[in-house]
């Protein structure tokens, strides 16, 4: 079985290299989360990457999210790879330069020289430098990253949701209860 997913991922890839341009964004899909890279050419991307995409020193994910100075998350470098070798961590790759609808990507030469330019310089941040950031600040000229906006609007849902089920339980418990009202009744009416 093992086999058979190997022999599909190499024809995924090589499906994926025979498609892609010199400036794509590339998805590497990873199940929670996407890695992101600049596409070159002949197989190369170039990437923000380190230990587990660059927060190998992380202090976990509240840590890392809530950190913004990044300075502990300096071991992460810009650096050209093989597609291969970006995929041996696992998932599934694809094009997507999904901003292209709203944003007008740069020129390819212009998009290939930012990524060039960044090479060996380090330095991550899960909320405002991560891959993806780097791939569409090289693309678009404006980084952002999809993932931090989704999971930021997440934890913004989640916490309105713990807020209105804390206060209905407080107004809940504050409020006498029906059977202490039907007690107070009981006696007025033998009294």
């Given at each position: 079985?093992?086999?058979?997913?190997k022999?599909?991922?190499?024809k995924q890839?090589?499906?994926l290299?025979?498609k892609?341009?010199?400036?794509?964004?590339?998805e590497?899909?990873?199940?929670?989360y996407s890695?992101?890279?600049?596409?070159v050419?002949?197989?190369?991307?170039i990437?923000?990457?380190g230990?587990?995409?660059?927060?190998?020193?992380s202090?976990?994910?509240?840590g890392?999210?809530?950190?913004f100075?990044?300075t502990?998350?300096?071991k992460?470098?810009?650096?050209?790879?093989?597609?291969?070798?970006?995929l041996r961590?696992?998932?599934k790759?694809?094009?997507?330069?999904y901003r292209?609808?709203?944003?007008?990507p740069?020129?390819t030469d212009?998009?290939?020289d930012?990524?060039r330019r960044?090479?060996n310089t380090e330095g991550y941040?899960?909320?405002?430098?991560?891959?993806?950031?780097f791939?569409?600040e090289?693309?678009y000229g404006?980084?952002s990253?999809?993932?931090?906006?989704?999971?930021?609007g997440?934890s913004?849902v989640?916490?309105?949701?713990?807020t209105?089920?804390t206060a209905?339980?407080?107004?809940?418990?504050?409020r006498p209860s029906d059977?202490?009202?039907?007690d107070?009744?009981s006696?007025k009416?033998?009294g």
């Amino acid at each position: 079985m093992a086999e058979v997913a190997k022999i599909e991922n190499t024809k995924q890839n090589e499906d994926l290299l025979s498609k892609a341009k010199p400036g794509d964004m590339i998805e590497f899909i990873r199940g929670t989360y996407s890695h992101w890279a600049i596409y070159v050419d002949d197989g190369f991307v170039i990437h923000r990457w380190g230990d587990h995409d660059g927060i190998g020193k992380s202090v976990g994910f509240w840590g890392n999210f809530l950190t913004f100075s990044g300075t502990q998350f300096d071991k992460a470098t810009i650096l050209q790879s093989k597609v291969d070798d970006v995929l041996r961590l696992g998932g599934k790759a694809r094009i997507n330069n999904y901003r292209d609808g709203k944003w007008k990507p740069l020129e390819t030469d212009v998009i290939l020289d930012k990524a060039r330019r960044a090479l060996n310089t380090e330095g991550y941040n899960l909320v405002y430098n991560n891959c993806e950031h780097f791939a569409t600040e090289c693309r678009y000229g404006e980084a952002s990253s999809r993932q931090v906006q989704v999971a930021v609007g997440a934890s913004a849902v989640t916490g309105l949701v713990i807020t209105g089920v804390t206060a209905a339980a407080a107004y809940l418990l504050s409020r006498p209860s029906d059977k202490k009202d039907n007690d107070k009744d009981s006696e007025k009416r033998k009294g």
